[in-house]
Each structure stands twice: as structure tokens, then as C-alpha cells.
């Protein structure tokens, strides 16, 4: 096929939109994403969400916001046709969900659109139709103040997009979700979304995100968390996380918000699992809400069609302030609940706080002379935001701790310099619940403490709870250069295999940091000239037998994070108290005090619970009472 005037021309306007349409419509949980995000950005307080065939066949929002003029409902559904930004340096100052202005034209190109609207200060309302992206109809109409958009037959003229969608329920199931999601980041707006007429979900306006939650999740989910908080003077880092009783097979409960407007972000998830390393089961995750708010020029959001992601400009900054206010709240966690809770409405809608942010630090933003470091500095005292400040500026305002974590990863590095053990170094806030103040009733099976708890029965696993104790004072001494060996009175002779010999004489460095001081000769016997000065000398035998056997495919090098944690957990695991030890209560009486002074004391160093209570409930309800 020749053409002698050339082949290449332009898409007509119509095709143009439908190949664009795909990058923000992807299924109809999409069209009610950016119809709900519309309506937020109008200043609706109230949004109605009908579909109905999962969405496929009917997605309409209704929400009473600012409405539109007739020129501009019919300007709206053009292609980049956005009240939003101007000019390309507004990008740098977004406060609303929208700025593309792509979502109407898309939605209209792949369905038979119908938008209503009207100002308050209009007497009429005025209606648009389009179908496939071609308006049909334009005219006045009845209706109250707001705006009401309705798609139908999604993909009904790009048959090779709804093959691809999934089954009506699937679809519900993701529009849900979305809702969801988006009336987290609102509590002050109500929303109700109604699946072929039935009502499914109905959060009226809440006056707290905690209320919010539990609108969302009920009750029983809603008490299973805590708060926590990190305020720096233009970085607030909040929200609810799970206690460690509270996992889920997948991370689906893992809820984050950048400036109010909810992200899939990497790094952050990244963040939120690490926080929670060792309280939880392998391949379990939290369900945790995690809102990060930052001035809008310290993030971009423009780089993702559905604006789905965003990119920071101080990553490393953000990691550290999230990762940090979640351990700190989890280190000082038992599980009775606090009745903490967040006072949204006084912080104004998120996306209203990130602007209060962007005006608070304008003069900064003309220097340029913001960093990752001043991110996380102290904010000034500003008694109008009532801003927490929960630990001491200090503590994370070190450049250099920014950028360790910016690598997203902890460096293998940082472990063999004794005073700079990042990766290890956890806060210890002593838990305001007290095991050893709790009345002792006695010893279960040898095996577990019975005690009288605030609200029933509480048994503690001893050997979970002393196997906690151990990894946490092993650690400590870890951190700061080295497990602390006693010498032994008399050096230990050992016979080990061939192969195992040379790997044990080239890691003899490595085994005086675990604690084990050894001589190796060359040949197949080692000696061991002392052990971890916290195990008694028999046990330092026996724990370097085992560490011996323990041996995986990289030797006994504790140059990464991985392997450090595993060897000393082995140690904990294997040098704490036994199932079926009797104990006295003179040594119950001292492992719930030194457990009282442990971080981290409701699981084990594997994730499995130091403690479980039987409420007095519970019991009621075994007796029938
Ligand atoms: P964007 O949100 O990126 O600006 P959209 O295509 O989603 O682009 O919307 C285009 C414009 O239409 C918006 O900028 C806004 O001015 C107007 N608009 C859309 N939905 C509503 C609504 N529910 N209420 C009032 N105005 C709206
Ligand atoms: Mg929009």
C-alpha cells in the first residue's frame, strides 16, 4: 500500500479519547473512583453512589456540591477541559483529586453519559448527554443544587475492553473497595452506595476517622487498634494500626493516604510490614490506615494516569517518620484499648491540611531550601493545628538517618558498625499494662502462667514470654557491639565434621559478636573459650552445638539483617524456658517483671502471642450465664 502524500495523520478526536480512556478506565470501579473524587473536589457532604450489573450497566454519583454553570457542564466533558489548574506550575500545589481533567471525557467516550448539575444561585439545573463521547443533547432541567452523573453501558462500543472485565460480583466487590477507601480519607463527608437498589453501604458523616473506621469495619475491628502520630513542622505521619492479635491473609487492610488521597505507595506498604516485624506471623499482614500529609510541592502526584501513585521528593524522610511512629506505637502496646482516637475535623478535610502546610511553608518553598532532614524537624508551636508531637525532634531530625532508609532497604553495612545498629535499634516504651502487678493464680500444665486480669483470665505462654525477654536484651547487647561473653574457667574442646570446621575458623569474628569466643586451630577440633554471659556455661555449650547444626547455605556471616535475626532468635528460642519446666513463684513472679520491661511483649520474636485472655464475657457466655 502506497500513499504518495505519506501515511502518518492525526486521530480524530473521538479515537483519541477512547485509547486515553483506557489509561483511566480501566473497569467501572474506575468510573465511580473519579466520580466520587469530582464530587469531593466540588465540596459535596453528601454522595450517593446506584449501580447496578457490578457497575457495567449503571454507575451514577449524586452529590450536592458546588454544582456547574450550562456552559461549563457542557465544556466538562471535552478532553483536558479541567476548573482545576491552569498552568503547569499549578501542578506543584494540588490540592484537589482531580487536575487532568480526563475523567469525564473518558468516561463519556466508553459509555452513554448523562450529566445533570446545577449551581445553588441557579434556578434551573441544565443536562448533557453524550453517547460514546458525542454530545446528543443538551438542556434545562428540575433538580436540586449539585450534580448528578450517570454512565451506562460501560465499554458498550470497545467490545475488547469488556472482555476483559470480570464478573458482576468481582466488579461490586472492587466498587466497594474504592468506596470504601475513599470514605476513610472523608469521614466528614457521608456516603452510601446502593447495588441494584439495595442499599450496601451507609456511613453517615462522622466526626472522627476512628468513627469513620468503625462505620467501615465495625466494632469488634475498631477496638483491635491503636493510634499513632508523628508530627514534624511540614510532615504529619497518622493513623490506626492493628495490635498484633489482629493479622490478615493478605494486604488488603493496608490502607494509605498521601494528602488525603489514597495511593498504592511502595514504599510505604514497605514501611508498614517492617514496623510490624516479629509481632506478626510469617505471611500474615495488619490492617493499618496510614495518612501522610505533606506539602503538596514535597510529592508528585502526577505520575500515574489514575493517579493511583505518587513520588516524593524525600522518600527516605517519609519511610523513616512512618516506619518510626508505627513501631512506637506497637512497642507500647498491650491489648487493652486506649480509646484513643483522631480528631479529624479538627485538622479540616485532609485535603484541606495539606494546604494549610503548603501556606505555612511558602517562605521555605522561595528559598528552596526544604530537605528531607527538615521534613522531619519539630514544628514550631502552632496552637491553632494542635499538632501532637510525640517524641523528642532529636531523636529522628539526623540527615544521615534519612538517607540510611531512602535506600528503602536496611544496609548490610550499618550492622557490623557496633554504633550504628539502625536496623536493630528499637524503641523500648514500657507497655502501660502490667503483667507482674496482675494477681498470680498459679502454673497451668508447666507450661503456661495463669493470671487474674483486669477483665478475666490472661495465660502466658512462658516460654513465648521468656523467649521475647531474651531476644530483646540479646539485641540490645547486640546493638551496641556485641553479645556479652563470660570467659569460660575452663576452654571447651569440640570436634567438628571436615567442611564444618573451615566455615566455623573463618567466621570466628562473627561468633564473637553472637557471643561465642573461639579458638579454631585449623584442624577439626575448636575450642570454645566462652559463651553469652546471659546463659549459664552448660547452656553456652549446648547453644553453640545448636548454632552449629543450624548452619543454612551462607555460613555463619551475620552481615545482613536476615541472618543476625535469625541466629539470635535461634539463640532466644533455644535458651529461654521450656514448655513443661515447673516453676516457682519466686521465677514467675520475675519473668512477668522483666516481661513488663520488654518491648514488643505480646509475641514472640516468630509472631506467635506471649499472652491470651479469656474476658469475662467469654467465660459468662461458656457458663450460659
Ligand atoms: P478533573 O477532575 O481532572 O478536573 P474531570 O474530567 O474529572 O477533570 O472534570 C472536569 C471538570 O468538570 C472539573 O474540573 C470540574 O470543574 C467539573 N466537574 C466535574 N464533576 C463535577 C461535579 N461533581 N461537581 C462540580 N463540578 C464538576
Ligand atoms: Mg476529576
Do not use: W
Not at 485538622?347 to 522531619?376: F, I
Request: proline share 5%; net charge neutral; glycine share 8%.
Amino acid at each position: 500500500m502506497e500513499h504518495d502524500e505519506g501515511i502518518v495523520h492525526v486521530l480524530d478526536e473521538q479515537v483519541a479519547s477512547q485509547i486515553a480512556a483506557g489509561e483511566v478506565v480501566e473497569r467501572p470501579a474506575s468510573v465511580v473512583k473519579e466520580l466520587i473524587e469530582n464530587a469531593l473536589d466540588a465540596g459535596a457532604k453528601r454522595i450517593t453512589i446506584d449501580i447496578a450489573g457490578g457497575g457495567r450497566e449503571l454507575v451514577r454519583v449524586s452529590d450536592d456540591g458546588c454544582g456547574m454553570s450550562p456552559r461549563d457542564a457542557e465544556m466538562c466533558l471535552r478532553r483536558h477541559a479541567t476548573s482545576k489548574i491552569r498552568t503547569i506550575k499549578d501542578l506543584d500545589n494540588i490540592s484537589t483529586f482531580g487536575f487532568r481533567g480526563e475523567a469525564l471525557a473518558s468516561i463519556a467516550s466508553v459509555s452513554r453519559l448523562e450529566l445533570r448539575t446545577r449551581r445553588p444561585q441557579d434556578e434551573f439545573g441544565f443536562v448533557v448527554r453524550a453517547v460514546g463521547g458525542e454530545g446528543v443533547e443538551a438542556a434545562q432541567c428540575a433538580m436540586a443544587p449539585g450534580t448528578q452523573v450517570e454512565a451506562r453501558d460501560l465499554f458498550f462500543n470497545t467490545p475488547a475492553r469488556l472482555k476483559f472485565l470480570k464478573s458482576a460480583i468481582a466488579e461490586h466487590a472492587a466498587i466497594t473497595d474504592c468506596v470504601e477507601r475513599l470514605a476513610l480519607c472523608r469521614p466528614d463527608v457521608s456516603f452510601r452506595l446502593n447495588n441494584n437498589q439495595r442499599e450496601r453501604l451507609d456511613f453517615p458523616r462522622a466526626s472522627s476517622l476512628l468513627e469513620r473506621i468503625r462505620q467501615v469495619f465495625g466494632d469488634k475491628f475498631a477496638n483491635e487498634l491503636v493510634s499513632f502520630k508523628f508530627a514534624a513542622e511540614r510532615l504529619l505521619v497518622r493513623g490506626f494500626a492493628s495490635r498484633p492479635t489482629l493479622s490478615f491473609a493478605s494486604s488488603r487492610m493496608m490502607f494509605v493516604f498521601v494528602n488525603g488521597r489514597p495511593v498504592r505507595d511502595k514504599l510505604l506498604s514497605r514501611a508498614v510490614v517492617q514496623a510490624y516485624a516479629g509481632l506478626l506471623p510469617r505471611d500474615r499482614f495488619p490492617a493499618v490506615a496510614l495518612f501522610v500529609d505533606l506539602p503538596a510541592h514535597e510529592v508528585d502526584v502526577n505520575v500515574h494516569p489514575m493517579k493511583l501513585e505518587v513520588r516524593f521528593r524525600y522518600p527516605g524522610a517519609i519511610f523513616e517518620a512512618s516506619y518510626r511512629a508505627l513501631r512506637d506505637a506497637l512497642a507500647g502496646q498491650e491489648a487493652a484499648t486506649d480509646g484513643d482516637d483522631l480528631d479529624v475535623t479538627h485538622l479540616g478535610p485532609l485535603v484541606c491540611s495539606a494546604e494549610t502546610e503548603v501556606r505555612g511553608s511558602a517562605s521555605d518553598k522561595a528559598e528552596g531550601t526544604s530537605s528531607g532532614a527538615q521534613l522531619l524537624s519539630a514544628p514550631p508551636s502552632q496552637p491553632g493545628l494542635r499538632l501532637v508531637v510525640d517524641r523528642s525532634p532529636g531523636q529522628v531530625s539526623a540527615p544521615q538517618r534519612a538517607s540510611v532508609s531512602s535506600s528503602y532497604a536496611f544496609s548490610p553495612a550499618l550492622l557490623n558498625m557496633p554504633n550504628r545498629t539502625e536496623a536493630i535499634d528499637q524503641p523500648s516504651v514500657p507497655t502501660s499494662f502490667s503483667f507482674a502487678e496482675l494477681r498470680l493464680l498459679g502454673q497451668l500444665l508447666a507450661s503456661y502462667i495463669v493470671l487474674e486480669g483486669h477483665d478475666g483470665l490472661l495465660l502466658v505462654d512462658q516460654h513465648a514470654a521468656h523467649e521475647r525477654i531474651t531476644y530483646e536484651k540479646l539485641r540490645a547487647e547486640f546493638k551496641s557491639g556485641g553479645i556479652k561473653i563470660q570467659p569460660r574457667l575452663v576452654p571447651y574442646p569440640l570436634e567438628v565434621s571436615g567442611e564444618l570446621a573451615l566455615e566455623v575458623t573463618s567466621a570466628v569474628s562473627a561468633f564473637r559478636t553472637l557471643g561465642f569466643d573461639l579458638e579454631a586451630f585449623g584442624g577439626r577440633t575448636v575450642v570454645l573459650r566462652g559463651s553469652p554471659a546471659l546463659f549459664g556455661p552448660e547452656e553456652g555449650v549446648r547453644l553453640f552445638r545448636d548454632l552449629l547444626d543450624s548452619v543454612g547455605s551462607d555460613g555463619f556471616a551475620v552481615d545482613n539483617l536476615a541472618a543476625c535475626e535469625a541466629k539470635l532468635k535461634l539463640l532466644a528460642c533455644h535458651g529461654s524456658i521450656r514448655a513443661g519446666k515447673t516453676l516457682s513463684q519466686e521465677e514467675m513472679a520475675a519473668l512477668l517483671r522483666e516481661l513488663d520491661q520488654t518491648p514488643f511483649n505480646t509475641n514472640c520474636p516468630h509472631g506467635r502471642p506471649v499472652f491470651v485472655r479469656f474476658g469475662l464475657n467469654q467465660i459468662e457466655r461458656l457458663f450460659r450465664r
